[in-house]
């Protein structure tokens, strides 16, 4: 055995142990779908089966598209939002573990390190996701049964702890250079953001920027900053608080037209059509 | 943990243990391959992915189709032959297990106490082989990557001894009378069979044959019976010893001509055209 293997088979021995799930589920939001900021005691896993949709956790926004997977650790606040165009369909996880006061060191998956993680591709989570959901409505079948999910869980923990060891040394790799140009981003989206100027003044090549945008986020550096712009012009639009010219200056459009037609073309509706619409929240659908 | 959780990562724990892949693949053999008799060592899984096949392992014929699983145990005769009009994908896995000299009650798949097992709907043990083969290849990149091949190496001995187990149940129960009745099949070949006073013959209804025919083997009773005739006449037309009339004759078909046109609507062609037909094996194709 490994050292991974010897940590994850002690751990499943250990009394102190066990994994509680409270939702395992295939679903459909429709467009426009939104759940208010919360936090909870739980990890939530969502991976995205198709559609595009965005969380905002601890107040960085993090636009998620199809394969892709966030990962948000107990006790941070987040809110989930559906494009307003079409619907988004996710496989989700949401459970608490009870653990041992010692953590060995490779398990990253319970070090809580930070608010959230988000991951690209991953087509092979979500297939473990879909094996966990269907040992956990058998677990109680057999012994047999109960320890095809008890491992599922044991790969859902060296999955994502290699996912995240991997994350935080690119993270690492490029301190003061990605991570720096999000920071500089988020907090100059009222402002008009240039990338090249952004890159010269991180000391790197826009090139560069840009190619470390497409590998880390899975979407090009101008269609991020747009995301984040319509994204922060919904919270303001949401609360009623401003006018449409107040938002479209504090969300970084040059003019309160320019800002309705890419609102439009990105939503399919106006700010104001938007502001009105029903809040409503229409009915998921469990998805099989 | 469970009785099975701990005796399974007792054993990965254990020095003596190891499992050593010899072959996993997805594989297509062209129409009427056909791999001799041989035994080895290891065990051999055998998944088919589409098309029909038929191996004999130790002297019983099995027919095999889409979704079902045939597990040989180390050291049993087998030959394989793929229908003679399509062709036939599999999904396999050859391995060998070095394991402590004691195995627990629980893990059937160690016991080898029958030459093989064969399975329906195996759609999720199919699942778990294409896992463990893309972690096969990726077992020497990290501690993480070796530990997910090795837990569903410990999933797929849950999932056969689960099976097994439930085989030897149902087998219990059926004592006397599937079985029976699939032995005094497989003596009579050449004889007229007839399903009605067979029954009558075990004590059961032709009903409940039937029933247990389909539940167990997949496929009719009377299917079954032809399929068998079909590969013994190969068998024998193969070897080149009799004439057609006797093969028609031993394979319980009541006349060269009657033969003659079963044999054509399941294989596509004549006996004297799979007699003579070249021998040469065609090139198989791995299927990524």
Avoid at 54 to 82: A, D, T, W
Avoid at 255 to 280: D, L, V, W
């Amino acid at each position: 055995m490994n050292p991974v293997e010897k940590e994850l088979t002690e751990l499943l021995a250990d009394e102190r142990y066990g994994t509680f799930i409270q939702t395992i589920r295939k679903i459909r939001f429709p467009a426009n779908y939104r759940f208010d900021s919360h936090a909870h005691p739980q990890v939530e896993i969502n991976y995205i089966n198709s559609g595009c949709c965005m969380m905002e956790v601890e107040e960085r926004i993090v636009p998620l598209k199809r394969g892709s997977c966030i990962v948000v650790n107990p006790g941070q606040k987040h809110l989930f939002m559906v494009d307003v165009s079409k619907s988004c369909a996710i496989t989700q996880l949401i459970y608490r573990t009870a653990l041992p006061e010692k953590i060995p060191e490779s398990l990253t998956c319970f070090h809580y390190d930070r608010p959230f993680y988000v991951f690209q591709d991953c087509g092979e989570l979500c297939s473990l996701l879909e094996n966990i959901g269907r040992y956990y409505q058998r677990r109680q079948e057999d012994d047999y049964q109960e320890a095809q999910l008890d491992f599922s869980l044991l790969q859902l923990y060296a999955m994502l702890s290699r996912s995240m060891e991997k994350e935080r040394l690119q993270a690492d790799s490029r301190q003061g250079k990605l991570g720096e140009a999000l920071d500089r981003i988020h907090s100059r989206l009222e402002e008009d953001i240039n990338i090249e100027e952004l890159s010269r003044e991180l000391g790197m090549s826009s090139r560069y920027l840009r190619k470390a945008f497409e590998d880390s986020i899975g979407i090009s550096c101008s269609q991020y900053i747009t995301m984040l712009r319509i994204a922060r012009a919904k919270e303001l639009l949401w609360d009623w608080e401003k006018d449409i010219t107040q938002v479209a200056s504090l969300t970084g459009f040059n003019s309160p037209q320019y800002f309705c037609r890419i609102f439009k073309k990105h939503t399919g509706m106006t700010p104001a059509q938007y502001r009105n619409m029903k809040k409503e929240r229409p009915e998921l659908t469990e998805e099989t």
